[in-house]
């Protein structure tokens, strides 16, 4: 019987241990999608306790309290942290098999130097010992960030943010990570919201432009993807939650944008034009400043409605969607590669159905630039050990896992760096098994540079970002 989660965890085979010791583990970090916010990481935020740094805003953890029958008080209400803990305590034996269960003891173990298992047996204990860590140096946001070994990432802005905060910390010689900021532009694209009108207006007052038609919306765009790029953006993100591709003429986008602006109520195919245009529009800006688009596709939100009254969007109840769009992205693609105007792009599936479709799209707008487009990584419901594994396997079948620009924590939390550790296990023991399986040769020169370019390599030099 092997240790609990030793150093070895996830490695079956000696390749593996080589692979993940020798040329991984101590790789950097370029955490290029997450939901950290510019503002904890200026002001280097400190946490009082335990459930603040480990359960405040993770959906994930939410999920599996509620499914262990804790009520609402006691994940996202007004009970007192250390019963929160408690309930998390108690919820974590029984999240057997759930990835949440080497997450929090990677966490546990790489950051404040706990081995035992969490459990109620053992709280008290963790609780203490935890929260007294909380309260050195070592546990600001800016330094949890660098003792993970992190030399970039990515927040997720509006673009209407001012990004004060990212000036400030590009500002702060102590710190000497990008922070930069990534461009996703939700509030133009749901022209079906309540809210776009505002946001229109907003638009028009920051960058004084007249967006009161189509065209001026796009110049309002334009203004504010200059603003980011000077930033530091390198990246745009994009949540497609249903059909996003259907072509219209100019005169018939102005005629849908005008409507919206009246307040009039919008036809499915409007708002599905409506997007083509913009995505379109969008996507050349982006080629013309070599940013990198961002697709993530099919999720189905906010399932819950009176969970969506009491506590909001983005709690944990989301899930997997089932509508089909290999023609929309096909057509997306083709539409801006036919124009020159194809960004470098990544594509995330939350539908494990869509894995191999999406696969075997990349190949066809491949070109000049290496792993231009990119099948990626595991997200969301799929980053999880089978999630991972299928991604890997499926992108080397259809395409070049070499070029492969690697992991993501696509989180809230400032312990979630141990998720870039799963990932480069998971990856070594694939590899490690293929060489000893006689099926790829025990070349260690080219294998280091494989597995470094994915930990690292490639998406440094995806994004292009100067030291």
Not at 66 to 82: I, K, L, M
Not at 93 to 122: A, D, M, Q, V
Request: aromatic share 12%.
């Amino acid at each position: 019987m092997k240790a609990f989660m030793d150093e070895d965890f996830l490695l079956e085979t000696e390749t593996a241990k080589t692979l993940y010791h020798d040329f991984a583990k101590d790789m950097p970090i370029f955490d290029y999608h997450c939901h950290l916010t510019a503002k904890e990481i200026a002001e280097n935020k400190t946490f009082a306790n335990l459930a603040e740094i480990w359960l405040d805003g993770d959906h994930y953890k939410w999920r599996a309290l509620r499914s262990n029958g804790v009520p609402e008080e006691w994940v996202t209400g007004e009970a007192d942290d250390r019963e929160k803990f408690q309930k998390w305590a108690e919820t974590v034996p029984f999240t057997l098999g759930n990835p949440l269960y080497h997450w929090t003891h990677l966490e546990l173990k790489r950051y404040f130097g706990i081995h035992k298992p969490l459990s109620p047996k053992t709280a008290d204990e963790i609780w203490e010992e935890g929260n007294a860590l909380l309260q050195t140096e070592a546990f600001t946001a800016q330094q949890l960030i660098k003792r993970s070994n992190v030399k970039g990432l990515c927040t997720t802005d509006d673009p209407l943010d001012d990004l004060a905060y990212h000036k400030q910390i590009k500002e702060d010689a102590s710190f000497d990570v990008h922070v930069l900021p990534t461009f996703r532009p939700d509030g133009a694209l749901t022209i079906e919201s309540p809210a776009f009108k505002e946001w229109i207006s907003n638009l028009e007052k920051i960058t004084g432009s007249e967006a009161k038609t189509f065209a001026g919306l796009v110049e309002g765009l334009e203004a504010r993807v200059r603003y980011f790029h000077e930033a530091g953006c390198r990246l745009s993100d994009h949540g497609l939650d249903s059909n996003f591709y259907l072509e219209a003429s100019e005169a018939e986008v102005e005629r849908i944008f005008a409507k919206a602006l009246a307040g009039s109520p919008l036809e499915n195919e409007e708002i599905v034009k409506y997007k083509t245009a913009v995505m379109k529009a969008l996507g050349k800006m982006y080629a013309q400043h070599s940013w990198a688009m961002q697709l993530h596709i099919g999720a189905l939100r906010s399932n819950n409605r009176k969970k969506l009254e009491a506590v909001g969007p983005n709690t944990g109840f989301d899930s997997i969607h089932d509508f089909t769009y290999a023609e929309d992205l096909s057509n997306l693609l083709d539409a801006l590669d036919y124009e020159g105007v194809l960004p470098k792009t990544v594509i995330y599936n939350l539908n494990p159905r869509d894995n191999h479709m999406i696969a075997s799209m990349i190949g066809n707008f491949q070109e000049e630039i290496p792993g231009k487009i990119q099948f990626g990584t595991a997200w969301w419901f799929n980053d999880q050990r089978d999630g991972m594994e299928e991604q890997i396997k499926i992108l080397a079948n259809h395409g070049l896992l070499a070029r492969f620009v690697g992991m993501l924590t696509d989180s809230r939390s400032f312990l979630s760096y141990t998720r870039h550790e799963y990932f480069r296990r998971i990856l070594c023991n694939i590899v490690g098994k293929w060489v000893e399986n006689g099926e790829y040769p025990a070349d260690f020169d080219i294998l280091e540079i494989i597995i470094k370019d994915i930990c690292y390599g490639n998406i440094e030099a995806y994004l292009a970002i100067e030291s």
